[in-house]
């Protein structure tokens, strides 16, 4: 077991929230990740540091049998500059809207269309997420969440990617690619 107490391999942060035991009006969740879960996050998420990850959300009810997860993730980030390659500081603000139902729900079924294509509204909500037994591991989700909100190609202002040659004789003229083979031609010069 590493410091998060998670096994190698798992999930970077852990917070398991039980299902049955969800008050009737919500239960409000504040998480602040400690130093080793940030570590562990910033290294399962190949980045130089996440300094600093906090989440302020409303965990309810939903329907009869889902819960529904409602709030903001806000975060402080180091990722490394795509051009420099230097550390790049970056403040992520994530709303986190989603739906949970048991695995075995039958509103976690997606009904298949008469035509065999899946049909996605990308202006729609979410497809909800299912999960087993009476657990969500709200750390699971808000490692999700943040890699979500990183930039994937982080770039300081100003920073710009100059051509240059690599060829060891710019002078030398260009070359034919079938150079070489003709040098492997038995009558060749």
């Known amino acids: 077991m590493t410091e998060t107490g998670k096994a190698a391999g798992g999930p970077p942060i852990s917070y398991p929230i039980i299902v049955s035991k969800l008050p009737k009006d919500g239960m409000p969740v504040r998480f602040t990740a400690s130093a080793p879960e940030r570590a562990a996050l910033a290294l399962h998420l ?5 300094d600093r990850l906090e989440a302020d959300v409303t965990v309810k009810s939903w329907r009869s049998e889902g819960v529904k997860i409602t709030g903001r993730l806000t975060a402080d980030v180091v990722q ?11 403040t992520i603000d994530e709303d986190i809207d989603l739906v949970f ?22 202006e729609g909500d979410d497809i909800p997420e299912t999960y087993v037994g009476d657990r969500i591991d709200f750390g699971t989700v808000l490692a999700e969440a943040l890699a979500l909100g990183l930039d994937p190609y982080p770039r300081a202002e100003g920073a710009s990617f100059d051509a240059f040659d690599t060829d060891p004789e710019p002078e030398g003229g260009k070359i034919s690619p079938f150079a070489t083979l003709r040098k492997l031609k038995p009558d060749a010069p």
């Open 46 to 50: 190949a980045i130089p540091s996440v």
């Open 80 to 90: 490394s500059d795509v051009v420099t390659l230097e550390p790049l500081s970056q």
């Open 101 to 122: 139902l048991p695995e075995h729900s039958r509103l976690a079924r997606m009904v298949q269309p008469q035509d065999g294509e899946l049909h996605l509204d990308p």
